[in-house]
């Protein structure tokens, strides 16, 4: 079986090291997920729409970061962050944080979104597609397993 979800969300970011991207900015980023699975006994779902898009919204109005960023975070409101060569102090309820990956790219957006369907749904899950639309002509995608 073969579920679909569809999810826009605007987030914010700067690529260090690029004259363009290096500033801050932001996205209307549109989010599609594919996932390939067997349904629940119980349910008769593959996953349930509302827990992928709740997933989706933690990323939602948010500034995205990398682990690599994170300069200090004293367990206060705010953590201190490196980003393109400046230190900022940003209030964690304004940051998304995103693992293992040097900047925080559609690219890794839509790689770790991937990999947390995949994981959280393992036992249902055969397949899952990732397409992170940064703009109307751009995107990066990626395929678990």
């Not at 989010?31 to 509302?50: A, H, L, P």
């Not at 959280?120 to 109307?136: A, H, I, Q």
Request: hydrophobic letters at 40%.
């Amino acid at each position: 079986m073969m579920v679909y979800v569809l999810k826009e969300i605007s987030a914010g970011h700067c690529i260090d090291d690029e004259p363009k991207c290096g500033r801050f900015h932001g996205h209307n980023y549109r989010i599609e997920v594919s996932i390939e699975g067997s349904t629940d006994d119980r349910s008769s779902m593959v996953v349930n729409f509302d827990d992928i898009k709740k997933m989706i919204d933690e990323y939602d109005h948010k500034f995205l970061v990398t682990e690599s960023h994170i300069l200090e975070d004293s367990g206060g409101e705010f953590v201190k962050v490196e980003l393109n060569h400046n230190t900022y102090s940003l209030l964690k309820r304004d940051i998304a944080v995103i693992k293992d990956f040097k900047q925080a790219t559609a690219e890794a957006l839509a790689r770790v979104i991937a990999s947390r369907i995949y994981n959280d749904f393992l036992m249902r899950v055969y397949k899952v597609r990732v397409r992170v639309w940064e703009t109307s002509k751009s995107y990066a995608e990626v395929e678990l397993p």
